[in-house]
C-alpha cells in the first residue's frame, strides 16, 4: 500500500507542471547520481514528507532521490553524520543531543558532520485511543501501555519524559507508527502516543476505521511541560484537523529541520533549497504541514551550523544567516 501511495506521488509530481523546472547547464563537479533522506517509520509525517521533496528534488535535478525508512531524527542525525545517509530529517530536541554529545544512542559522539538546510514544520505531540477504551486524558493512560514509535525517535524519546514530569506511569512500547495504530485496534496496546506534522497520518489512518478519541495536556499538565522541557514550545492543533476533534486542541511541540552531510556539494545542496522553499505550493501538495515550510523559520535553529548551500540560499533571499551558525568550511 505504501509503495502504490509513493508510486502515485510521484506520478502525480511529475505530471503537475513544476515551477521548478530543470536546472540549467552547470558544473555539477562532485554531484551525486543518487543520495538517500533518512526519515522515520511508515505511517507518520516523516517519510510522507520525505518522500515528497525527494521526488521534486529529482524531477528538478535528475539525481535519484530515496526516502529510507529509519528510526528517526536522533538515528537520522547518527547515519547523516557518519555519511552513510546524505540527507536526513530531525526534529531540533534529539538534533541538540546528537550535536552536543548527550544523545541516548550515541552517547560521546557529537555530530558535527551535519549541516543544517531548510525548516520544514512543527511537531506536535498527541495520543490517540479507540473511545471504547474509555482513554481520554493522560491520566487514564497511568499504568497502561502505550505505544511511543521507533526506539530513537522524537515521541520515543520525549514522551517517557512527558509522562515522568506529570508523575504518570506507562508501560511503553516501541514500533513504527503504522505498526502500533494496528496494535491499538487490535488491543495489543491500549494508546498510541506520538509526535509528528498534522495531521499525523496514522491517527487519520485508524480514526477513519474506529471510533477514537485523540488528545493531548489539559493547561496545568501543560504548564508543567513547559516549564521543565525548554526544548518544546506551545502549539495549538486546528480544530478540524481530524474528523473527531471539532475544536482547537493545545498541545507542546518541537522544529524539524533538513540536514545535509558537510560533503555534499553546496551547488547540489543550493539546488534542493531552491527547489524546496521556492515552490511552496507544490509542497503543500505533499503535506499540508508544509505550510511552515518557509525561509524566514531558518530562524529556529539556533545551534547547527548551515550548509554553505544553504548559506549561499538564505543570502540571496537577504536572510542574514548569524556568524555562529556559519560553518568553518563556508568561503564566500
Do not use: C
Amino acid at each position: 500500500m505504501m509503495q502504490r501511495f509513493l508510486r502515485g506521488l510521484l506520478i502525480g509530481l511529475a505530471a503537475s507542471a513544476l515551477a521548478v523546472g530543470s536546472v540549467q547547464a552547470q558544473d555539477r563537479t562532485g554531484w551525486p547520481n543518487s543520495a538517500k533522506i533518512g526519515t522515520a517509520s511508515q505511517g507518520g509525517t516523516f517519510f510522507i514528507y520525505g518522500a515528497g521533496w525527494g521526488g521534486l528534488v529529482q524531477q528538478s535535478t535528475g539525481v535519484n532521490m530515496t526516502a529510507e525508512v529509519t528510526g528517526g531524527p536522533a538515528q537520522n542525525m547518527v547515519l547523516v553524520h557518519t555519511g552513510e545517509l546524505q540527507f536526513g530529517m530531525t526534529t531540533m530536541g534529539p538534533a541538540y543531543a546528537a550535536w552536543t554529545g548527550t544523545l541516548e544512542v550515541a552517547p560521546g559522539l557529537k555530530t558535527d558532520n551535519v549541516r543544517a538546510m531548510f525548516p520544514m514544520y512543527m511537531t506536535p505531540f498527541q495520543v490517540v485511543a479507540l473511545k471504547s477504551s474509555g482513554i481520554a486524558s493522560m491520566a487514564d493512560l497511568n499504568g497502561k501501555r502505550v505505544g511511543v514509535g521507533p526506539q530513537g525517535g522524537t515521541a520515543s524519546v520525549y514522551w517517557p519524559k512527558f509522562f515522568q514530569d506529570l508523575g504518570i506511569r506507562v508501560r511503553p512500547q516501541f514500533g513504527g507508527a503504522s505498526d502500533q495504530v494496528g496494535q491499538v485496534q487490535d488491543g495489543l496496546i491500549d494508546a498510541f502516543a506520538f509526535a509528528a506534522g498534522v495531521p499525523i497520518s496514522a491517527f487519520s489512518q485508524i480514526e477513519a476505521q474506529q471510533a477514537v478519541n485523540i488528545f493531548s495536556f489539559s493547561e496545568e499538565e501543560l504548564q508543567t511541560i513547559l516549564s521543565k522541557n525548554p526544548s518544546v514550545s506551545r502549539f495549538d492543533v486546528p480544530a478540524g484537523t481530524y474528523r473527531s476533534v471539532a475544536e482547537p486542541q493545545s498541545t507542546v511541540a518541537m522544529w524539524n529541520f533538513t540536514v545535509a552531510n558537510k560533503n555534499m556539494p553546496a551547488d547540489f545542496v543550493y539546488e534542493v533549497m531552491k527547489t524546496v522553499l521556492d515552490n511552496n505550493e507544490q509542497m503543500l501538495r505533499v503535506h499540508s504541514s508544509a505550510s511552515e515550510t518557509l525561509s524566514q523559520n531558518m530562524v529556529n535553529n539556533t545551534f547547527m551550523w548551515f550548509h554553505p548551500g544553504a548559506v549561499r540560499y538564505y543570502k540571496e533571499k537577504g536572510i542574514e544567516v548569524p556568524e555562529h551558525l556559519i560553518p568553518p568550511e563556508y568561503q564566500d
